[in-house]
Structure formats: structure tokens, C-alpha cells
């Protein structure tokens, strides 16, 4: 089957190189020259595992090309796939969609009048875009057979491939029997699998893709203010997790303390969720809550900091090991190291810092700090360093050379990789994430602890 895809950014090239590798004939299509012509030179311009590999290989056979224009590879596709950014909007957390419609008027120039093209929105669209789009596309070429199709896209940076090659669904959001029948032709190695397929309405499916995330930034706040009461309780945030978790109700996933979520979907879908909950009068109270738990929380990270390094910043020098929102991905959106930073500088700290993917995107989201080139290099002359994304890297740390290198050996610790009495036997004052006291007790438990002591 012939494929265009309609931005080749982390979802639109991630897709189009599954798709390909699934036998599709696949054309990438960017309005960023400067991104395709990289691609076409073999440079994969952002950093995903296992991206460049796939890239190749389907290029190598022909099956995966990128170009600039858009009207030959749209012509000649079954399925248009719509991949551009749908970002906040400045001034009111609605989703941006001058994208998405710029890219629907473009593809409508494009199409064949002569078969049915089925125009599939995989960017993450507040619900009512589909017939929005719809109406532009009958607008544009009336009676031009044309089927506009939701089918939202749930890969995680860092797992994009596994991700999109073993989803754990598929949904689709058309009640158009002959677009149901293309889109299983573009999934069939993945029915091969048994991935299930959930066909919805289209409103339903697009509002599947806002529900999912706004649970899963749910589930990140509820464990990270459970980590808050475990400091105050002396009790352990990871055990509590594990201990919730093994319900089969609740699972394991996504119940790790840290520094509140960031990334490229999570803050910005909320808040979209938000505002369309809003305007149809059936206000989302959990989720408003929950983004207001997180703004708050990524601004406090810095006064944990402060407080592990006696009160007072001024003068001192801050390691940031890792800036990107997670592991092995290059992208800084809405990251938590952004307010983190901001914050240590606000208190008159100097900030040395390494990630290692994420320095030439960082550059472009944090001022004034210092670039390292490895952890070691960071650390050296700080008064504390920070681990603030989990990097494979920074798990084993050599302390010995750390406490050597630092002025002061302390370590806040917000993803939790390290365990208390490791770090504290060589020597460092250690902080982390809701795993036992860290702050004077509350008065109820000092009560009880005085009771029982009596
Ligand atoms: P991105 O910013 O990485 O890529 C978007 C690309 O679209 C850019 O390269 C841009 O130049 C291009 N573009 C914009 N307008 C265009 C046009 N008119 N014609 C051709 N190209 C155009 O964005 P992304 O992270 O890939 O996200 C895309 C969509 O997928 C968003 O709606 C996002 O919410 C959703 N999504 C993202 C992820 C993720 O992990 N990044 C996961 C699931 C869903």
C-alpha cells in the first residue's frame, strides 16, 4: 500500500519507518527542509534507539522516502497520514491547530479524485477536529471521495519502535466501512500478532488519546504526592507502590515518585483536556487538579535541593546529571529540569550540567549554564549534584571518584536509583523521592513515636 505521512517529527518518522518495515511504501513528507534533506543524507535528526537502523534499511529497499513536496506522494496514497505538532496554545492551554489544518488544505490540493484516499489523523486533536477536517477537505475538493479517520498514536519516546511495532491496541475512529478496511490493511502485520484492533466513533477515538493521558498524569501525581505524605511519615513511597501496585486493579506501571511529569504530550493534553471539558460545561476537577499538583511540584524540586545543601544556594555550584523529560530521548519539552534550573538560579546557584542526548536541545530551552561533557566532568568543584532523568548512565556511579571531585559530597537523588545506605556509607549526605523522613516529623507520628518510647 502506498503511505504519505504528513510530518516527520518524532511520531510522523517514527510510523513511517514501521510502516514501512511492515512492507507499506512509505513517503515522509516535512515542511522543514532542513529536517529532509537530513534524512536524506541518512542523518536521523532526532535521537531515538534503533531509529537510524530502520531508517536505513527500508530507504536501502525502497520503501521509505522523504521529500518537501507533498503532491505526488498524497496523489498517489491510499492513506494520508497527518503527523505535525499539535502544541498549547500561547495565552490559553487550548491544543494548537494551525498545524493540523495548514497540513488538511495542503493534503486536499493534493488528492485523487479518481479512488477513495482516507485521511488519517494520528496527531493528538481535541475531539471534533475529524469532522472539522472533514468539512475543510469537502470544502477544498467537493465530491472528491475522500474519509477522515481518527487513529491516535500511544508510543513512548525512548520505546517508539517496540512501541509502535507491539502497541498494546490499535484505535480506530471511523464508522466508514471501506476506511475500517484500508486501515486494517495498513495494521494487518499487526492482526497477524492479535494486537487488538478497537474500532470507535471518531469523536470516541479522539478522545480515548486525551483520556489515556490525563489518567496516566493522574497516576504520576497521585504517586508523587504519596511520596510528600512518605517524608512527612517516615514511611517508603516505593513500597507503597509496589504494595498498591501488585493489585491487578492498579498496576505496577507508572507509579514511580519523581519530579513531577513533563514531555511533549503529557502537560500539553491536559490542559487541552481541560479547556475542552470547560468549554462543554463538564469540568475535568481531577485533571485541573492534577496539573496544578504538578506546576507546583517541578518548581518545589529546587527547594529539596536547597534544603540538602544547608538553606542557602547563593555562591554554590548545582551538578544537573540528565535534562530531558526521560531516558533515552533528545527531547526537552515541558521538562521538569527546565523549572528545576530555574528555580536553583532564582536562589543564586551557578548550574554545571549533562545530559547525554539532550545538550544541543537543552541549549535552546535553558540559559546560563555550564555544558559538560560527562558526569564526572559535572560534578567536579559542585556542592551538589542532581540526578534529575535516569540515565542507564548515571546508575553506577563511581562515588569514590565523586567525593574526591566534589566540594561538598551530596547527592538529591529525584528518580530514587540509588538506595540510602549505599550512598551514605561512602560518604555522601543523600535526598530522594518520599523513601523514609526527610524533613522533621509530622506531629502525629511524633506523638506516637514519644508514646511508644515512654
Ligand atoms: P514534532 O514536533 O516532533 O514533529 C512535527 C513535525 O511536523 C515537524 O517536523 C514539523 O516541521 C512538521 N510539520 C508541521 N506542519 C507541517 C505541514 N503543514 N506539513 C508537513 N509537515 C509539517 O511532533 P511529534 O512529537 O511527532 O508529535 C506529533 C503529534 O503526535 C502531536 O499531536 C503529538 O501530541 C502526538 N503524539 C506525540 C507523541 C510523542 O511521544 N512525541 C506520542 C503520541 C502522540
Not at 152 to 170: C, Q, S, V
Request: proline share 5%.
Amino acid at each position: 500500500m502506498k503511505i504519505a505521512i504528513i510530518g516527520s517529527g518524532y511520531v510522523g518518522l517514527v510510523s513511517g519507518a514501521c510502516l514501512a518495515d511492515f512492507g507499506h511504501e512509505v513517503t515522509c513528507i516535512d515542511i522543514n527542509a532542513d529536517r529532509i534533506e537530513r534524512l536524506k543524507a541518512g542523518e536521523i535528526p532526532i535521537y531515538e534507539p534503533g531509529l537510524e537502523e530502520l531508517v536505513a534499511r527500508n530507504v536501502r529497499f525502497k520503501r521509505l522516502g522523504f521529500t518537501t513536496e507533498m503532491a505526488e506522494p498524497v496523489h498517489e496514497a491510499e492513506a494520508v497520514f497527518i503527523a505535525v505538532g499539535t502544541p498549547s496554545r500561547r495565552g490559553d492551554g487550548h491544543a494548537d491547530l494551525t498545524y493540523v489544518y495548514r497540513a488538511v488544505r495542503d493534503v486536499a490540493a493534493a488528492l485523487n479524485p479518481d479512488r477513495l484516499t482516507v485521511v488519517v489523523d494520528k496527531s493528538t486533536v481535541p475531539v471534533g477536529t475529524g469532522d472539522e477536517v472533514e468539512w475543510i477537505l469537502r470544502e477544498e475538493r467537493p465530491g472528491v471521495p475522500v474519509e477522515v479517520v481518527s487513529n491516535p498514536e500511544f508510543l513512548r519516546e525512548g520505546a517508539a519502535i517496540a512501541d509502535f511495532k507491539r502497541p498494546d491496541r490499535i484505535v480506530v475512529g471511523t464508522e466508514d466501512e471501506d476506511a475500517r478496511e484500508i486501515m486494517r490493511e495498513v495494521y494487518r502485520p499487526l492482526f497477524l500478532n492479535e494486537t487488538p484492533i478497537l474500532f470507535t466513533s471518531r469523536r470516541t477515538a479522539e478522545l480515548i488519546k486525551y483520556a489515556g493521558n490525563a489518567f496516566l498524569a493522574m497516576k504520576i501525581t497521585f504517586i508523587n504526592e504519596m511520596a510528600d505524605l512518605c517524608e512527612r511519615l517516615d514511611a517508603d513511597v516505593q513500597d507503597v507502590a509496589l504494595g498498591i501496585g501488585l493489585d491487578g486493579r492498579i498496576g505496577k506501571k507508572f507509579l514511580h515518585a519523581g519530579p513531577g511529569y513533563g514531555g511533549s504530550c503529557f502537560p500539553k493534553d491536559t490542559l487541552a483536556l481541560i479547556k475542552t471539558a470547560q468549554d462543554c460545561d463538564s469540568p475535568m476537577r481531577l485533571i485541573e487538579t492534577t496539573v496544578a499538583i504538578n506546576d507546583q511540584r517541578k518548581r518545589a524540586m529546587s527547594r529539596k535541593v536547597l534544603q540538602a545543601t544547608g538553606g542557602d544556594l547563593r555562591g554554590k555550584t548545582v551538578a544537573v546529571l540528565g535534562l530531558t523529560f526521560k531516558p533515552n530521548t533528545d527531547d526537552m519539552r515541558d521538562s521538569p529540569a527546565i523549572s528545576l534550573i530555574q528555580g536553583l538560579q532564582d536562589a543564586g546557584a551557578t548550574i554545571r550540567a549533562f545530559d547525554p542526548e539532550g545538550m544541543d536541545e537543552a541549549a535552546k530551552v535553558i540559559e546560563d549554564i555550564e555544558c559538560c561533557t560527562d558526569a564526572y566532568q559535572t560534578i567536579t568543584g559542585a556542592d551538589v549534584a542532581v540526578i534529575v532523568t535516569e540515565w542507564d548512565q548515571f546508575r553506577a556511579l563511581d562515588f569514590e571518584r565523586m567525593r574526591k571531585s566534589m566540594h561538598e559530597p551530596v547527592l538529591v537523588d529525584l528518580r530514587n536509583i540509588y538506595t540510602r545506605g549505599d550512598v551514605e556509607a561512602r560518604g555522601f549526605r543523600y535526598v530522594d523521592v518520599g523513601r523514609g523522613r526527610q524533613l522533621p516529623a509530622a506531629p502525629m507520628v511524633r506523638d506516637n513515636v514519644q508514646r511508644l518510647r515512654a
